[in-house]
Antibody, heavy 117, light 109 residues
Framework: QVQLVQSGAEMKTPGASVKVSCKAS????????ITWVRQAPGQGLEWMGW????????AYAQRLQDRITLTTDTPTSTAYMELRSLRSDDTAVYYC??????????WGQGTLVTVSS | QTVVTQEPSLTVSPGGTVTLTCASN?????????PSWFQQRPGQAPRPLIY???EKHSWTPARFSGSLLGGRAALTLSGVQPEDEAEYYC?????????FGGGTKLIVL
């Protein structure tokens, strides 16, 4: 069965970077894209970016594009989201989701990233 | 800046019908925005319900349907169940980036 398993919770100080992983199983990784979405406490969902599992093409939300990098490691079927220059308002649950044909189906369990001094 | 707007909250009685909508400040929502809808209960990951305006996932209950209505994307729940109380988010595609709506809290009362 399709599964996306994300790395564990992170606690970071302002100005640091975080790298969250999303390990896929149960399907051919290169056939699908991976999208990243975050949700600040008590807030709505925010689309962060997308990466093709086939060729590594990316698309980023404009407000994050200077600080975010999405990558994949096809041999391990793992996608990564790195966010730099962390601020307190980056505190959120970060989700990865599988994408194909401009729609999303399976989601990871979420990773809480807390940014605090 | 692209803004996608949803009703902040709606209330429906069990067994009733309710329609949630999703509007874009760039103009009418069309099929090329590939509207998607997600349900989220507290403490859970979003659960996809509808994609490409009206397509259902294999797990989507039959009482959920998607459409375009008056220049907006719409999610209609017919025969609402108590377990449908949740937050609902729409998601629109803008030829590269996607943008979520702010969410609609559906109250079943």
């Amino acid at each position: 069965q399709v599964q996306l398993v994300q790395s564990g919770a992170e606690m970071k100080t302002p100005g640091a970077s975080v790298k969250v992983s999303c390990k896929a199983s149960g399907y051919t990784f290169s056939t699908y894209g991976i999208t990243w979405v975050r949700q600040a406490p008590g807030q709505g969902l925010e689309w962060m970016g997308w990466i093709s599992g086939y060729n590594g093409y990316t698309a980023y939300a404009q407000r994050l594009q200077d600080r975010i990098t999405l990558t994949t490691d096809t041999p391990t079927s793992t996608a990564y989201m790195e966010l730099r220059s962390l601020r307190s308002d980056d505190t959120a649950v970060y989700y990865c989701a599988r994408e194909i044909g401009l729609h999303y189906d399976y989601w990871g369990q979420g990773t809480l990233v807390t940014v605090s001094s | 800046q692209t803004v996608v707007t949803q009703e902040p909250s709606l209330t429906v009685s069990p067994g009733g019908t309710v329609t949630l909508t999703c509007a874009s400040n760039t103009g009418a929502v069309t099929t090329i925005n590939y509207p998607s809808w997600f349900q989220q209960r507290p403490g859970q990951a979003p659960r996809p319900l509808i994609y490409s305006t009206s397509e259902k996932h294999s797990w989507t209950p039959a009482r959920f349907s998607g459409s375009l209505l008056g220049g907006r994307a719409a999610l209609t729940l017919s025969g609402v169940q108590p377990e449908d109380e949740a937050e609902y988010y729409c998601l629109l595609y803008y030829s590269g980036p996607w943008v979520f709506g702010g969410g609609t809290k559906l109250i079943v009362l």
